[in-house]
């Protein structure tokens, strides 16, 4: 069993918090300094970026920066502050007295549930001011925020209330599977915890996206009859196609695909599409477009049919080489490792009384104290792999939409999206390698010369 003392585990915590921030800190301010340095189109970006589009892209991304630096240092002195005093002994005693205030002493699933309701209401409280300002100055100075006051602050509430009925049931399970379980609980907890993913995916697209988006069958045109073409080409089975409506919070585009077996749907967000596009999308619902309410970048913004083919063709490459269940077949092995790790860490008295718990050994809170503290350099490797075999994963996805055909469409559209969401195209390389899980524009426009 574990043999060093709590002291050695809280600093040792602490140290690793601190590292991990620094080495961030660092390689974000390498990228800050492009930002501020490099104020003209490089020569290889002239025929991609004018000069306009260039610096609004440019200051974008310095302003994003400059602010999650703030928010990243207030962050870390924040926990850092919640470790010397023992914030989770706080949250916990609280929700304790909160249920011997209605006579409920020795439940310890009802206590974890308040306890984790508490540390999300402070979580919550404490960063609403960053959010709102991330969406009503950033993003709004930049033209992107579509959101109201009154949508944002129901919007918040609503992710509140349902992440918090997600995941009471879930956290409820686990703790009575440790106790259940006996010495192999892991193998149930692992069991359990692909269970639920794989529900939450199932009913996540029907039931809870819908709370928080409008989803509108894609009308019948060309655009549908070309996607429903291309899917039937390489044997995707699709079974609906969805408009989602994106542009009410932000003018950011996506698409994306999910679904189990032959029930596949795939999502285009109407920020993705051409402006008749999204007026045929509003008259299929029977909804008025006004024409005022578009603004001169949404006119102008959104790819054509060949263009959201191209697209689809690589995001439904994902698919063809098999890298959502090989992503998904990573997660699970991780998932198993970790709890394999808890189950050994979890009788660890040092390991409690390291964050105040001298007197308990809850099993959220040693679930916490593993996955989120004693983890992390772990975690931290294992990120970066992961980063390194998603940007694998997109080069070969791109290859499968070139060998569709689709290279000129594909890298037509990545250019347009990366002037619809003004990304900044030039990256240092340490700072790309360690945060992009895509890789940068100009890479993927290069590896795609070979097909056309």
């Known amino acids: ?67 999650g630096s703030i928010q990243g240092l207030f962050s870390q002195v924040l926990s850092t502050g919640l470790l010397y005093v023992s914030g989770y002994k706080i949250f916990w005693d609280l929700a304790g007295d909160t249920l011997n205030h209605f006579d409920y002493q020795g439940y310890e699933i009802l206590q974890s549930l308040l306890f984790t309701l508490y540390l999300s209401l402070f979580s919550t409280v404490i960063g609403l001011p960053f959010t709102i300002y991330s969406t009503f100055v950033i993003e709004e100075r930049h033209g992107f925020n579509k959101q109201t006051a009154g949508f944002f602050v129901k919007d918040q509430i609503k992710k509140f209330i349902v992440g918090q009925l997600i995941q009471a049931p879930i956290l409820a399970g686990i703790i009575k599977i440790v106790y259940w379980g006996g010495d192999h609980f892991y193998l149930y907890l692992w069991l359990f915890a692909m269970l639920m993913m794989l529900f939450l995916m199932t009913v996540y697209p029907d039931l809870i996206a819908p709370l928080f988006d409008k989803y509108t069958p894609l009308p019948e045109g060309e ?81 054509n049919k060949e263009e959201i083919l191209a697209v689809l063709g690589h995001e439904l490459g994902h698919w063809k080489l098999n890298h959502v269940l090989k992503n998904i077949i990573l997660a699970q092995v991780q998932i198993f490792l970790m709890f394999l790790l808890f189950a050994y860490l979890s009788k660890a008295k040092p390991l409690y009384v390291a964050f105040g718990f001298s007197d308990s050994t809850p099993v959220l809170i040693g679930l916490m104290i593993v996955l989120q503290y004693i983890l992390a350099p772990y975690s931290a490797v294992v990120n970066f792999l992961m980063t390194v075999l998603s940007r694998k994963f997109e080069f070969q996805a791109d290859r499968f939409a070139a060998e569709l055909g689709l290279a000129n469409d594909l890298g037509s559209a990545l250019i347009k999206l990366n002037i619809d969401n003004l990304s900044f195209p030039i990256y240092d390389w340490l700072y790309s390698a360690w945060n992009h899980s895509h890789p940068p524009l100009l890479e993927r426009l290069d590896a795609l010369k070979k097909y056309k």
């Open 1 to 67: 069993m574990l043999e060093v003392n709590a002291d050695q585990i809280f600093y040792g915590v602490l140290g690793f918090m601190w590292l991990e921030f620094l080495w961030e800190a660092y390689i974000g301010s390498r990228q800050r300094k492009i930002y501020k340095t490099q104020t003209t189109v490089p020569s290889e970006l002239t025929k991609i970026l004018d000069e306009d589009t260039f610096t609004k892209a440019r200051l974008y991304a310095l302003d994003r920066s400059s602010f």
């Open 223 to 303: 655009l549908k009859t070309g996607i429903e073409e291309l899917a039937a080409k390489i044997e995707f089975p699709l079974y609906k196609l969805y408009v989602v409506e994106g542009s009410k919070r932000s003018s950011h585009s996506n698409a994306y695909f999910y679904g189990f077996y032959k029930f596949k749907r795939i999502v285009l967000f109407d920020t993705l599409l051409e402006i008749e596009e999204r007026k045929k999308i509003k008259e299929s619902i029977g909804e008025e477009w006004k024409e005022e309410d578009q603004d001169e970048k949404s006119r102008k913004s959104g790819c």
